[in-house]
Protein backbone atom coordinates (compact mmCIF):
# COMPACT_ATOMS: atom_id res chain seq x y z
CA UNK A 1 0.00 0.00 0.00
CA UNK A 2 0.77 3.80 -0.28
CA UNK A 3 3.52 5.29 2.18
CA UNK A 4 2.50 8.56 3.84
CA UNK A 5 5.35 9.70 5.89
CA UNK A 6 5.29 13.23 8.03
CA UNK A 7 8.31 15.20 9.18
CA UNK A 8 9.12 16.29 11.59
CA UNK A 9 8.20 13.93 14.29
CA UNK A 10 8.37 16.29 16.81
CA UNK A 11 8.57 20.37 16.66
CA UNK A 12 8.72 22.67 19.92
CA UNK A 13 8.44 26.10 19.11
CA UNK A 14 8.29 29.32 20.58
CA UNK A 15 5.07 31.25 20.69
CA UNK A 16 4.95 33.82 17.43
CA UNK A 17 7.68 31.44 15.44
CA UNK A 18 6.98 30.23 11.89
CA UNK A 19 7.02 26.26 11.09
CA UNK A 20 6.73 24.01 8.32
CA UNK A 21 5.79 20.40 8.24
CA UNK A 22 6.12 18.36 5.59
CA UNK A 23 4.27 14.58 4.38
CA UNK A 24 5.50 12.81 1.43
CA UNK A 25 3.63 10.23 -0.47
CA UNK A 26 4.51 6.96 -2.09
CA UNK A 27 2.29 6.92 -4.79
CA UNK A 28 0.24 9.26 -6.94
CA UNK A 29 -2.78 10.28 -4.99
CA UNK A 30 -6.42 11.80 -5.56
CA UNK A 31 -7.25 13.35 -2.28
CA UNK A 32 -4.86 14.86 0.53
CA UNK A 33 -6.25 16.07 3.91
CA UNK A 34 -4.27 17.92 6.58
CA UNK A 35 -5.63 17.67 10.32
CA UNK A 36 -4.94 18.91 13.67
CA UNK A 37 -5.81 16.53 16.45
CA UNK A 38 -6.68 18.64 19.51
CA UNK A 39 -5.34 17.64 22.96
CA UNK A 40 -9.04 16.20 23.87
CA UNK A 41 -8.68 13.88 20.45
CA UNK A 42 -10.76 16.33 18.25
CA UNK A 43 -9.72 15.64 14.53
CA UNK A 44 -10.15 19.09 13.15
CA UNK A 45 -9.86 19.17 9.33
CA UNK A 46 -7.61 22.10 8.25
CA UNK A 47 -7.36 22.01 4.58
CA UNK A 48 -8.66 19.84 1.37
CA UNK A 49 -6.08 19.73 -0.62
CA UNK A 50 -5.11 17.55 -3.67
CA UNK A 51 -3.43 19.99 -5.12
CA UNK A 52 -1.65 23.75 -5.29
CA UNK A 53 -2.24 26.16 -2.33
CA UNK A 54 -4.96 27.29 -0.23
CA UNK A 55 -4.79 29.55 2.83
CA UNK A 56 -6.77 30.11 6.27
CA UNK A 57 -5.99 32.75 8.44
CA UNK A 58 -2.50 31.86 10.13
CA UNK A 59 -2.33 28.66 8.13
CA UNK A 60 -1.54 27.77 4.41
CA UNK A 61 -0.87 24.43 2.65
CA UNK A 62 0.54 23.26 -0.90
CA UNK A 63 0.85 20.35 -2.47
CA UNK A 64 2.73 19.16 -5.49
CA UNK A 65 0.89 16.07 -6.73
CA UNK A 66 3.56 15.45 -9.54
CA UNK A 67 6.29 15.21 -6.70
CA UNK A 68 4.56 13.90 -3.92
CA UNK A 69 4.32 16.19 -0.54
CA UNK A 70 2.53 18.25 0.76
CA UNK A 71 3.37 20.87 3.39
CA UNK A 72 1.38 22.75 6.12
CA UNK A 73 2.86 26.51 7.15
CA UNK A 74 1.98 27.95 10.63
CA UNK A 75 3.10 31.29 10.89
CA UNK A 76 2.84 33.55 14.64
CA UNK A 77 1.93 29.96 16.27
CA UNK A 78 0.21 30.48 19.45
CA UNK A 79 0.13 28.03 22.37
CA UNK A 80 -3.40 26.97 20.54
CA UNK A 81 -1.81 25.65 17.86
CA UNK A 82 -0.72 22.59 20.19
CA UNK A 83 -1.45 19.16 19.32
CA UNK A 84 -0.79 16.80 16.69
CA UNK A 85 -0.97 17.33 12.76
CA UNK A 86 -1.64 14.33 10.45
CA UNK A 87 -1.81 14.68 6.81
CA UNK A 88 -3.77 11.75 5.45
CA UNK A 89 -4.00 10.23 1.25
CA UNK A 90 -6.10 8.94 -1.04
CA UNK A 91 -5.69 7.10 -3.66
CA UNK A 92 -7.85 6.34 -6.56
CA UNK A 93 -8.34 2.57 -6.37
CA UNK A 94 -8.49 2.92 -2.42
CA UNK A 95 -12.63 3.22 -2.13
CA UNK A 96 -12.56 6.58 -0.71
CA UNK A 97 -10.25 5.01 2.12
CA UNK A 98 -7.68 7.69 3.63
CA UNK A 99 -4.09 6.57 4.69
CA UNK A 100 -2.50 8.37 7.25
CA UNK A 101 0.94 9.73 8.41
CA UNK A 102 2.17 9.07 11.83
CA UNK A 103 2.12 12.70 12.44
CA UNK A 104 3.65 15.63 14.15
CA UNK A 105 3.63 16.49 17.13
CA UNK A 106 3.85 20.09 17.89
CA UNK A 107 3.83 21.79 21.03
CA UNK A 108 3.96 25.60 21.18
CA UNK A 109 5.09 27.55 24.43
CA UNK A 110 4.53 30.75 26.34
CA UNK B 1 -22.00 22.45 7.10
CA UNK B 2 -21.01 18.56 7.07
CA UNK B 3 -21.21 17.59 11.30
CA UNK B 4 -20.70 13.89 12.20
CA UNK B 5 -21.47 13.23 15.65
CA UNK B 6 -20.39 10.33 17.46
CA UNK B 7 -21.40 8.99 20.43
CA UNK B 8 -20.57 8.37 23.92
CA UNK B 9 -17.50 10.34 23.96
CA UNK B 10 -16.24 8.09 26.66
CA UNK B 11 -17.14 4.93 27.98
CA UNK B 12 -15.61 3.08 30.67
CA UNK B 13 -17.13 -0.39 31.78
CA UNK B 14 -15.86 -3.72 32.76
CA UNK B 15 -14.48 -6.52 30.70
CA UNK B 16 -16.61 -9.06 29.04
CA UNK B 17 -19.16 -6.53 28.09
CA UNK B 18 -20.72 -5.43 24.90
CA UNK B 19 -20.51 -1.44 23.58
CA UNK B 20 -21.87 0.49 21.30
CA UNK B 21 -20.70 3.60 19.32
CA UNK B 22 -23.18 5.84 17.25
CA UNK B 23 -21.71 7.72 14.53
CA UNK B 24 -24.25 10.28 12.84
CA UNK B 25 -24.41 12.70 9.38
CA UNK B 26 -25.98 15.23 11.15
CA UNK B 27 -27.00 17.96 8.05
CA UNK B 28 -26.09 15.08 5.29
CA UNK B 29 -26.22 11.84 3.72
CA UNK B 30 -23.27 9.52 4.36
CA UNK B 31 -23.61 6.82 1.60
CA UNK B 32 -19.99 5.64 3.15
CA UNK B 33 -18.60 6.12 6.58
CA UNK B 34 -15.26 4.66 8.28
CA UNK B 35 -14.17 3.81 11.57
CA UNK B 36 -10.69 4.18 12.47
CA UNK B 37 -8.82 3.11 15.85
CA UNK B 38 -6.13 4.96 17.43
CA UNK B 39 -3.65 3.56 20.34
CA UNK B 40 -2.11 6.13 22.20
CA UNK B 41 0.53 8.22 20.63
CA UNK B 42 0.04 6.04 17.51
CA UNK B 43 -2.07 7.25 14.34
CA UNK B 44 -5.00 6.93 13.04
CA UNK B 45 -5.98 2.76 11.30
CA UNK B 46 -8.34 1.99 9.32
CA UNK B 47 -10.77 -0.33 11.02
CA UNK B 48 -13.70 -1.11 8.03
CA UNK B 49 -15.65 0.44 5.60
CA UNK B 50 -19.21 0.93 6.10
CA UNK B 51 -21.89 1.15 3.02
CA UNK B 52 -25.08 2.02 3.54
CA UNK B 53 -27.58 -0.86 3.36
CA UNK B 54 -24.19 -3.67 2.53
CA UNK B 55 -22.37 -5.29 4.46
CA UNK B 56 -19.22 -3.30 6.24
CA UNK B 57 -15.91 -4.38 4.96
CA UNK B 58 -12.76 -4.66 7.39
CA UNK B 59 -9.21 -4.37 6.94
CA UNK B 60 -6.60 -6.98 7.62
CA UNK B 61 -6.44 -8.30 11.10
CA UNK B 62 -9.32 -6.55 12.50
CA UNK B 63 -12.15 -9.09 13.57
CA UNK B 64 -15.66 -8.91 11.74
CA UNK B 65 -17.29 -10.98 14.90
CA UNK B 66 -15.76 -8.89 17.52
CA UNK B 67 -16.56 -5.58 16.12
CA UNK B 68 -19.76 -5.13 14.62
CA UNK B 69 -20.84 -2.65 12.02
CA UNK B 70 -24.21 -1.54 11.31
CA UNK B 71 -24.99 0.79 8.59
CA UNK B 72 -28.93 0.75 8.22
CA UNK B 73 -29.37 4.55 7.10
CA UNK B 74 -27.36 6.92 5.09
CA UNK B 75 -27.29 9.27 8.09
CA UNK B 76 -26.37 6.68 10.81
CA UNK B 77 -24.10 4.03 11.25
CA UNK B 78 -23.12 1.96 14.47
CA UNK B 79 -20.09 0.14 15.85
CA UNK B 80 -20.51 -2.48 18.47
CA UNK B 81 -17.12 -3.91 20.12
CA UNK B 82 -18.78 -7.17 21.62
CA UNK B 83 -17.31 -8.98 24.80
CA UNK B 84 -14.47 -6.58 25.28
CA UNK B 85 -11.39 -7.31 26.71
CA UNK B 86 -9.01 -4.82 28.26
CA UNK B 87 -7.24 -4.75 24.68
CA UNK B 88 -9.75 -3.33 23.21
CA UNK B 89 -9.25 0.26 25.25
CA UNK B 90 -8.65 2.11 22.60
CA UNK B 91 -9.75 5.75 21.19
CA UNK B 92 -12.18 5.54 17.97
CA UNK B 93 -13.02 8.01 15.30
CA UNK B 94 -15.52 7.73 12.63
CA UNK B 95 -16.34 9.61 9.12
CA UNK B 96 -18.59 10.43 7.33
CA UNK B 97 -18.69 10.72 3.39
CA UNK B 98 -21.17 13.43 1.83
CA UNK B 99 -23.44 11.95 -0.58
CA UNK B 100 -24.23 14.07 -3.90
CA UNK B 101 -21.60 16.84 -3.81
CA UNK B 102 -21.19 16.38 -7.25
CA UNK B 103 -17.19 16.64 -6.28
CA UNK B 104 -15.48 13.05 -8.17
CA UNK B 105 -13.04 13.29 -4.52
CA UNK B 106 -14.87 14.17 -1.61
CA UNK B 107 -13.40 14.99 1.83
CA UNK B 108 -14.07 13.27 4.80
CA UNK B 109 -16.22 14.48 8.00
CA UNK B 110 -14.96 13.50 11.19
CA UNK B 111 -16.68 12.49 14.20
CA UNK B 112 -14.88 13.98 17.88
CA UNK B 113 -13.57 9.84 18.71
CA UNK B 114 -15.16 7.77 21.63
CA UNK B 115 -12.68 6.93 24.52
CA UNK B 116 -13.50 3.19 25.62
CA UNK B 117 -11.89 1.69 28.59
CA UNK B 118 -12.35 -1.58 29.66
CA UNK B 119 -11.49 -2.61 32.98
Known amino acids: GIQVEQSPPDLILQEGANSTLRCNFSDSVNNLQWFHQNPWGQLINLFYIPSGTKQNGRLSATTVATERYSLLYISSSQTTDSGVYFCAVEQGTSGSRLTFGEGTQLTVNP | GAVVSQHPSRVICKSGTSVKIECRSLDFQATTMFWYRQFPKQSLMLMATSNEGSKATYEQGVEKDKFLINHASLTLSTLTVTSAHPEDSSFYIC???????????????FGDGTRLSIL
Open chain 2, 95 to 109: SALQRGTGLSVQPQH
